[in-house]
C-alpha cells in the first residue's frame, strides 16, 4: 500500500486493506530513499496521481506480477491500471476496469460505549436534538472564506433553533483560522464547539455517533458519506467555485460543446454520446485533460439536500446500499489479484 500526502487517500487506502485482510506493508510514496526491490506484492493500492506514478514503476521492475489498483483519478491513461476504483466527483469514462462507487470508501470505526458516555455527558446541557456541523475547507475549486463561514454559521444556527436543538461544530485540519472565527461568530444557537488542532480530544467520531442529523460543507465527500452512513438526516452546505482563469475556459469550452451533459458527456454510454463526447471520453480516459472535480456529483449519488430541507429527510443512499457498493469494489478487488499472472 502506497501512502501519499492527502489524509482522505490514505484513510481509504487503509480501510480496503483492512476490509480485504491480507498481509499488507506500508510505503510512504513521498518519502525521500524509498528504494523499489523484490519480493515484489502480489497487489499495489494507490490513489492519485503521485504514488500511481510509483506503483506503475512496481509493476514494470516485476514484469507484471504486481498488480495495480488506483483510487480516485490517476491522471494516465486508464488502461495501465488492473482496477480504478473511482467516485462520480472526478468525471471518469465507464470502462471495465472502472469501478464507479457512488461515493468513497470509507470503513465503519465504531467507538467503545465507555468513551461514547463520556461525550454523551459533555453534550447533556444542550438541547436536543443534537445537529453536528462538520466544517471543512478550502480545496480547489471550492473556497471556504470568513463571508461563506459567516453564512454557514446563520443558516446552521437558524436551523438548529428552529427545531428547538443545538450545533455541535468541528473544524477540519483545512479550515482557516479566520473562517473558524466568522463561523462561530455568526451563531445564535445553543452551540459546543471544536478547532481542529487545539489540545481537546478530536470528537469527530463521537459526532458520527450521537448527533441526530448533520449539516456537512460540500466539498467533503469524505464526511458526507460517513455522516450517510449513519442513516441520519443530512444536509449539505455547498461551498462557492472560484475558478483560475485556465479553469474557467476549459469550464465554458465543455458546457458550449456539451461534452459533459448527460446524454452526449464522458459519463454515458457510448451510444448515450454524440462523436464529441465520445472523443472527448477517449481523452479524458487517456490522462490527456485534468477534469475539474465536481462534488456536486456525490451529493446528487448520496441523495443529500441543501439547508433546510436537508435536515427533515434521512440520505437518499442508505448505510445498506453503501454497504453493497464498498463490497463491489472489494471483490473487484479480490478478482484481479485471483487473475492468472505472466510466467517469468
Known sequence: MLLGARAGDNAQLTDIAEALGWPCEIKRADASGFALSPPWPDLVLSAGRHTAVVARQIQRQSQGHARLVVLGRPRASLDR?????????YGLPLRGNVVDLPAPFIGEHPLDEATLDAWRQRFAHLPRPWIALLVGGDTIPYRLDERTATALGREAGAAARSRGGSLLVST????????????????????????????????YRALLALADAFVVTGESVS????????GRPVAVFPLPLQRHRKARLQHALERRLGVIERVAGSRGVPRQQNRLGRLYDEVVAAGWVKRERCVEQVHLALGVAPLPEGLDHPPGLSPALLAASRERALQAIREVVQAERPVS
Do not use: H, K
Not at 491500471?81 to 466527483?89: A, K, N, Y
Not at 483560522?177 to 445564535?188: F, Q, R, T, V
Open 172 to 203: 477540519s485540519p483545512r479550515t482557516s483560522a479566520s473562517a473558524s472565527d466568522a463561523l462561530l461568530a455568526a451563531i445564535d444557537a445553543p452551540l459546543w464547539s471544536y478547532r481542529f488542532g487545539s489540545s481537546d480530544d478530536n470528537p
Open 81 to 89: 491500471f488492473d482496477r480504478v476504483v473511482t467516485t462520480p466527483q
Open 223 to 230: 464526511m458526507l458519506t460517513e455522516a450517510c452512513m449513519t
